[in-house]
């Protein structure tokens, strides 16, 4: 799945110049994560087209990127995430940054990790990966 990174200035209404022009492209933000420093701001995106997102953004003079990340849904039991946390520490993968998704009835979050395939071969086999699609509609 790919997310959309746009590193914003810290000032008064840049993150509603972001939505702005997304809301101008019809593109939906199914989820969010910001990270701020004194400076400037890491807006992280899960949005219904990654692509022409990148695009308008950057056609604006934002600096935008697309990464690939992963969605898992967890269902709601005591120690779900310790046990995903501790499945990719034994195989040495490194939790770069996580955030909560929305997905019904479960919880589901987006990870990075040091290393994409070994992580989605990893949580596909206990946990179900969400696709593109499904994460985009929600």
Do not use: W
């Amino acid at each position: 799945m790919k997310q959309l990174t746009v590193f914003i200035e810290n000032r008064m209404g840049r993150l509603e110049e972001v939505t702005d022009i997304l809301s101008q492209k019809n593109i939906n933000i199914i989820c969010i994560s910001l990270a701020d420093t004194t400076e400037y701001g890491m807006l992280r995106m899960i949005v219904s087209q990654p692509a022409a997102a990148c695009e308008a953004l950057a056609a604006a003079g934002f600096s935008a990127m697309l990464t690939d990340v992963i969605a898992v849904r967890l269902p709601h039991h005591f120690g779900t995430l310790k046990k995903l946390s501790g499945a990719l520490s034994e195989k040495s993968i490194d939790i770069r940054y996580m955030y909560a998704l929305t997905s019904g009835e479960d919880a589901a979050i987006v990870i990075k990790t040091s290393d994409y395939e070994l992580t989605k071969e990893l949580l596909s086999e206990n946990y179900e990966l969400l696709n593109p699609v499904d994460v985009y509609n929600m």
